[in-house]
């Protein structure tokens, strides 16, 4: 009889244990998994593909005192996104700009409403188009120096996702940018 008994507390325990294991392993999101699991290759095979490709990043290096400069890439996205804004480290002050004609003066002007970016097109950022605006800053960019910058981009859902890019500093060249009145 009570080897029964404890063969029966034995196979409950079991059962509990499993309903258990069942519930955390298959009914938990991966993103309520503490972090270590995310790396098991459980949930390696739910990893989104990469929305973003980014080249030729660069950004134009400054001389002392100069306050802005710009960062310049080539962006095709993999589906209908928008560049909604852009981190660096170096400066908090970080907006996306278009270049356009304002009576006979080429200007600048922010893209309020973020850079489309239509799917499997690419999306030229060069000086005279397209760039983004580092303000604000506190030191010179240094020829060669290599600069994070995050992207921040968002497709249909409007959820936020972020891309790091590093962008190297290249030397002066071309006419100097005329910035706008802030
Ligand atoms: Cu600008």
Request: aromatic share 4%.
């Given at each position: 009889?009570?080897?029964?008994?404890v063969?029966?507390?034995?196979?409950?325990?079991?059962?509990?244990?499993?309903?258990?294991l069942?519930?955390?392993?298959v009914?938990?999101?991966?993103?309520?998994?503490?972090?270590?699991?995310?790396?098991?290759?459980?949930?390696?095979?739910?990893?989104?593909?990469?929305?973003?490709?980014?080249?030729?990043?660069?950004?134009?290096a400054?001389?002392?005192?100069?306050?802005?400069?710009?960062?310049?890439?080539t962006l095709?996205?993999?589906?209908?996104?928008?560049l909604?804004?852009v981190e660096?480290?170096l400066?908090?002050?970080v907006?996306?700009?278009?270049?356009?004609?304002?009576?006979?003066?080429?200007?600048?002007?922010?893209?309020?409403?973020?850079?489309?970016?239509?799917?499997?097109t690419?999306?030229?950022?060069?000086?005279?188009?397209?760039h983004?605006?580092l303000?604000?800053l506190?030191?010179a960019?240094?020829?060669?120096?290599v600069?994070?910058?995050?992207?921040?981009?968002?497709?249909?859902?409007?959820?936020?996702?972020?891309?790091?890019?590093?962008?190297?500093?290249?030397?002066?060249?071309?006419?100097?940018?005329?910035?706008?009145?802030?």
């Amino acid at each position: 009889m009570r080897l029964r008994r404890v063969l029966l507390a034995i196979t409950a325990a079991l059962l509990l244990w499993l309903i258990w294991l069942y519930a955390f392993l298959v009914r938990v999101p991966a993103e309520a998994w503490p972090l270590q699991w995310r790396l098991s290759p459980l949930s390696v095979a739910h990893a989104a593909p990469p929305v973003l490709d980014v080249q030729n990043a660069w950004v134009r290096a400054t001389v002392n005192q100069q306050k802005a400069t710009g960062a310049f890439m080539t962006l095709k996205a993999t589906q209908p996104l928008r560049l909604i804004g852009v981190e660096s480290s170096l400066t908090k002050t970080v907006e996306v700009h278009e270049m356009a004609m304002d009576g006979n003066v080429m200007r600048m002007r922010r893209l309020a409403e973020g850079l489309t970016l239509p799917a499997g097109t690419s999306v030229e950022l060069k000086p005279g188009g397209y760039h983004i605006m580092l303000m604000d800053l506190k030191q010179a960019v240094q020829e060669g120096q290599v600069i994070p910058l995050t992207l921040i981009v968002e497709g249909a859902d409007k959820k936020p996702q972020r891309i790091t890019v590093q962008a190297t500093a290249r030397p002066l060249q071309g006419a100097a940018m005329q910035h706008h009145a802030k």
